[in-house]
């Protein structure tokens, strides 16, 4: 599975100059939230996530992702609701494919 990344909106809250970003791969979800001197970077590996939430309002949507225990959720919001949509099943079909590998 190759990475995708999903730009919030700029026209949401706290996301006009540096919009946040999420990206998803095969083994993590890492959200980047830059602001002018900084990087704020969370990540949290597939095995490590719990649950996939999705708030939808009229235009966009917010995502939780809640991890099994450790560490606090990634929460990012201003996303399309079609780009949301494709974080939690891109989650849900890497998390198959991780748990079908391993041995038991």
């Known amino acids: 599975m190759a990475s ?20 998803v791969d095969e083994t993590a979800v890492v959200r980047r939230k830059r602001s002018w001197f900084s990087v704020d970077e969370a990540t949290m590996h597939l095995q490590r996530i719990a649950s996939v939430r999705i708030h939808r309002g009229v235009l966009f949507a917010d995502l939780l992702i809640e991890s099994t225990g450790g560490t606090d959720p990634i929460l990012s919001h201003g996303h399309h609701k079609g780009d ?18 391993e041995p038991r």
């Open 4 to 23: 995708e990344r999903f730009v919030a909106s700029r026209w949401t809250r706290g996301n006009l100059l540096f919009p946040t970003v999420l990206e």
């Open 84 to 101: 949301a949509q494709r974080v939690k099943d891109l989650i849900e079909a890497a998390q198959r494919q991780l748990f079908a590998r």
